[in-house]
């Protein structure tokens, strides 16, 4: 009895450590991203369950959450020192912090190793990631901020494309003496009406002053008289009647549906939500970028297109930076970029990802309209410091509702600037 | 004895353990970080004293905040307690005994629906584009052409504060039922011997027995003003601009947006002292009852 019992238990105790060595080998790694909309959300499930099973032993673990609320979840996430392996960026500043406080891998040996990989991404969109020649992130959806139109109702009116300010002025007045509202426009989030300011302080700072010098924590000033000439531009056209009234109210999405149900004509939205528009609008819509402004004071770039794309990146700190780094890999393969594209219809950055039979034609056509531009400016909210962001979007929405002017709105853009000045002096 | 201490203490030690891991050191830290300059986002931290809290209170976003707390405490009070009140006292009249259970049911619902759901649904009524709010009083003959309640920074606090009430008078109102339950009966009969009218039965008998169960529901109501966060969250996010933030949004906004965690810290530190001096001010009221 004793030795059957005996043999039992070494039995039992063969099993435990069989068992022990094999979840030794066993790789688990943490993925945040933000697509955790119904169509987008089972797309990326299925590309981790396939991973899973192309690779035994590795576990992905997904973590997802809004747009709005993942920069407050890596904020939590690195201060508990609980960082995803692979995670979400945007460009410029946002990225850049990541970089600083050390939890950016450098993927430049990587992309040394295997070329294809780097070379399968759009140049404009990876280049968007390199920071003093290191890739700290690769280009996962592009991205850029365009006037979308009603076809119906350029055509109703004989309207071409605008290509200069002036033309569109034109557009907005005939339409407004009509009785449409030329732009539907929804500031409830706080980051909707900033993008115009963003775009049009593109057009009026000087590009070394926006995206050099204020871009930088360390010599943010905000004070180019560019800002605020931009911003009035912006008065004119609330002053003019050009936007629909409630501005403050409505959320981004509402504004949508509010401009599919009819209203309006225009509305300043991000290639990537081209999808929704077109089920919203059952096609009926074309797309320009923010015109030329001809004004001796618009000194910026005048020939950039105003957006960048996400991306993700690679945290050093993980315990398992080469499965992450080849998930990433996976991630951002072209089959598994054309199953994101086709099923939850997004803006891919790697080339060969859109076909015509899983894309749209205006998305084809706004991949291709990319090319005209030389180069991207990157959004405000992604470039200025997370402070300076902040004061943009609640100071933003103040000024959309013309409770204070646009010297008011720098001058408290300016008084951030100042403080991340500070702080970042040492 | 000695034992019966040792296996009371051995009781107490799990609840006293959690308590300070997870409460009374985080307290003491977050006194400590908001003495430094510190990021998320930058090892180190720089000691930079005081300097938060006088930037605080020179900050005017802050003194915003205080006002619209404030304002919440002050509307509460008559919104929640004062209405509550009133519809405490008609529930238990005896003329309405027989429907009391199904209006205590319908008051008291809303006050269990998660604020998510409360908070958009008062944020679409007041939507001036496809809410019934504007189309309602409009029908009344008012000129709503200008209304947008939570999109207007003169009105947005009124329109959370206004949802909040309609929210929770019904849970203040269970709370002063169960305070007018234990009032006994002889005592309105006496009155209603001497001729007192309902109002003086309600005024004299009713409040005066009741006083403790009001004086604690005020408590509760100004401490819970000034730790709001999910109404103004969900309804405005702080906006128009910074009309409507309250200072738990504000804090939230300095720490995970601007990413000032030592400005965020200090904020944190006086919000800590309004509520710990209400609290002690609630022990103290509760303490000197009966209940």
Not at chain 1, 138 to 144: K, L
Not at chain 2, 146 to 173: C, D, E, H, R
Not at chain 2, 194 to 216: S, Y
Request: proline share 4%; hydrophobic share 45%; charged share 20%.
């Amino acid at each position: 009895m004793k030795k059957r019992t005996a043999a039992l238990l070494l039995t039992m105790a063969m099993a435990t450590s069989l068992s022990t060595a094999a979840s030794a080998e066993d790789v688990t790694i943490k993925f945040l991203h933000k697509y955790c909309q119904p169509e987008q959300a089972p797309v990326f499930e299925e590309i981790v369950k396939q991973y899973e099973e192309e690779h035994p032993g590795v576990h992905v673990e997904i973590e997802t959450t809004t747009d709005n609320e993942i920069k407050s979840k890596l904020k939590l996430a690195l201060g508990s020192g609980d960082m995803p392996d692979v995670y979400q960026t945007w460009t410029g500043e946002y990225c850049e912090k990541f970089i600083r406080a050390g939890y950016a891998l450098d993927l430049t040996p990587y992309m040394e190793e295997d070329p294809e990989w780097k070379d399968s991404f759009l140049p404009a969109a990876y280049s968007a990631f390199t920071y003093d020649d290191g890739q700290y992130a690769v280009p996962t959806r592009f991205d850029a901020e365009v006037f979308v139109y009603k076809k119906s109702v350029f055509e109703k009116y004989g309207f071409e494309e605008p290509k200069t300010w002036d033309e569109l002025m034109k557009i907005c007045e005939t339409l407004k003496a009509d009785g449409v509202t030329p732009f539907i426009l929804g500031d409830g989030l706080s980051w909707d009406a900033p993008h115009w300011y963003g775009a049009l302080w593109q057009k009026f700072v000087p590009e070394d002053v926006l995206e050099g010098q204020d871009f930088n924590v360390k010599t943010v000033t905000i004070d180019d008289p560019g800002y605020v000439n931009g911003l009035n531009y912006f008065t004119d056209l609330l002053d003019k009647g050009y936007f629909n009234d409630n501005i403050n109210s409505m959320e981004h999405n509402m504004a949508l549906e509010v401009f599919y149900a009819g209203e309006g004509a225009m509305a300043y939205v991000e290639m990537l939500e081209f999808n929704d528009i077109n089920k919203g609008l059952d096609g009926d819509f074309g797309f320009f970028a923010m015109p030329t402004i001809e004004d001796d004071a618009a000194k910026g770039n005048q020939e950039k297109l105003f957006g960048a794309p996400e991306g993700m990146i690679v945290n050093p700190n993980s315990e398992n930076v080469d499965v992450a780094v080849d998930f990433l890999k996976f991630l951002t393969s072209v089959e598994s970029q054309q199953k994101i594209v086709s099923e939850a219809g997004h803006t891919s950055c790697v080339i060969g990802a859109h076909t015509e039979e899983n894309t749209i034609p205006q998305l084809i056509d706004g991949m291709a309209y990319v090319q005209n531009f030389n180069g991207m400016s990157n959004w405000t909210d992604c470039g200025f410091e997370a402070s300076i962001v902040d004061t943009m979007c609640k100071l933003g929405q103040d000024f959309a509702a013309q409770s204070i002017t646009a010297e008011d709105y720098v001058a408290g853009l300016q008084e951030t600037a100042k403080v991340v000045r500070e702080q970042n002096a040492e | 004895m000695k034992k019966r201490h040792i296996t009371a203490c051995l009781f107490l030690a799990p609840a006293i353990i959690v308590m300070l891991i997870f409460m009374y050191i985080p307290i003491v830290q977050n006194f400590y970080y908001s003495l430094f300059n510190w990021s998320i986002y930058k090892p180190g931290k720089t000691f930079v004293g005081l300097k938060y809290f006088i930037e605080l209170f020179q900050d005017k976003v802050f003194w915003t905040c205080l006002r619209n707390n404030t304002l919440y405490a002050l509307i509460s009070l008559v919104g929640q307690l004062g209405v509550g009140l009133v519809v405490a006292a008609i529930l238990e009249a005896k003329f309405m005994r027989k429907h009391s259970g199904f209006f205590r049911t319908v008051f008291f619902i809303p006050s269990v629906m998660s604020f998510m759901v409360v908070g958009l649904l008062w944020q679409l009524f007041f939507n001036p584009n496809v809410g019934p709010f504007n189309g309602i009083l409009k029908a009344m003959g008012m000129n709503t052409a200008n209304l947008n309640i939570l999109g207007n920074p003169g009105t947005a606090i009124f329109g959370v504060i206004f949802a909040s009430q309609w929210m929770y008078f019904g849970y203040m109102a269970m709370l002063l039922i169960i305070g007018i339950q234990k009032v006994p009966d002889e005592l309105y009969e006496a009155a209603e011997i001497d001729g007192a009218n309902a109002l003086q039965r309600f005024l004299h008998i009713t409040i005066p027995n009741i006083k403790e169960m009001i004086l604690v529901d005020c408590i509760i109501i100004v401490v819970g003003s000034f730790k709001l966060f999910d109404e103004v969250f969900i309804m405005t996010n702080g906006g128009p601009g910074y009309a409507s933030e309250v200072i738990s949004t504000y804090l939230y906004r300095t720490a995970f947006r601007a990413d000032m965690m030592g400005s965020a810290s200090a904020m944190a530190v006086v919000l800590f002292v309004i509520t710990f001096a209400l609290s002690i001010f609630q022990m103290k009221i509760s303490r000197s009852g009966e209940e």
